[in-house]
């Protein structure tokens, strides 16, 4: 239990393989002013820390102490109380083009670094980034998959828990001829994910289909669809 003014974090540390990195990431957290108990879990891979919030100590700094000595934090949970202040949603996002820690370390901090972002876990195994954010006009899906495109990334799924998806959605995969590439799939996975309507879009290379989540309507149709691929020269 926490007393007094004192509050707890836990961080999911990445890149810990043996006692002394694990010894290694207790050092610099106790280092730290301020924090008065920390423990740190090979097994699970988690830092408990129990600190006095200041200017020179908050979650941000233990997170950026952590990141300093060479490991990856892969998730920041705090108490109850501190998270249910505002209501908070969950997204999936299937990200292309990770092939590495180091991807999955930039997507995971640039995602978060977004106002409004509670938590994110990116798993390179999976390609899935999974973040909890508070909604807002500047924290939403959208915004979050532009932030992943704007570092170089491809976002090829949006998956929504199904509460969210008010609208019925409908699903359909076209066979594509002429693609060559991965800078052909990804023309017709952008062509595909900009119109109305359209909820979510894989696109296979190795199979030439276009897999295509959308809301039916008068604009959003398997022919208008087809006419967008064909639009764009495939």
């Given at each position: 239990m926490v007393s007094g003014n004192?509050?707890?974090?836990?961080?999911?540390?990445?890149?810990m393989t043996c006692s002394r990195c694990s010894d290694a990431v207790k050092k610099a957290l106790s280092s730290m002013p301020d924090v008065k108990t920390v423990s740190v879990s090979l097994g699970t891979n988690m830092a408990h820390v129990e600190f006095l919030?200041?200017?020179?100590?908050?979650?941000?700094?233990?997170?950026?102490?952590?990141?300093?000595i060479g490991y990856d934090v892969n998730d920041i949970i705090l108490p109850h109380s501190e998270n249910s202040?505002?209501?908070?949603?969950?997204?999936?996002?299937?990200v292309g083009g990770m092939t590495c820690s180091m991807c999955s370390s930039a997507v995971h901090k640039a995602l978060g670094e977004t106002p409004g972002v509670k938590s994110v876990n990116v798993s390179l195994s999976t390609s899935l980034a999974t973040i909890?954010?508070?909604?807002?006009?500047?924290?939403?899906?959208?915004?979050?998959?532009?932030?992943?495109?704007?570092?170089?990334?491809?976002?090829n799924d949006v998956i929504l828990p199904q509460a969210e998806k008010v609208n019925p959605v409908k699903t359909v995969?076209?066979?594509v001829g002429g693609m060559t590439c991965s800078m052909c799939s990804s023309a017709v996975h952008k062509a595909l994910t900009e119109l109305p309507g359209?909820?979510?879009?894989?696109?296979?290379l190795s199979t030439n289909l276009a897999t295509i989540e959308y809301e039916p309507s008068s604009e959003c149709t398997p022919e208008s669809l087809a006419d967008t691929i064909e639009c764009i020269g495939y």
């Open positions: 004192c509050q707890a974090v836990d961080f999911a540390v990445g890149g919030p200041s200017s020179e100590c908050t979650v941000d700094i233990l997170k950026e102490t952590i990141e300093d202040m505002k209501p908070t949603k969950t997204v999936a996002i299937a909890e954010y508070e909604p807002s006009s500047e924290c939403n899906p959208e915004s979050l998959s532009d932030t992943i495109e704007c570092i170089g990334y491809d976002v995969a076209i066979a359209v909820k979510s879009v894989n696109v296979s």
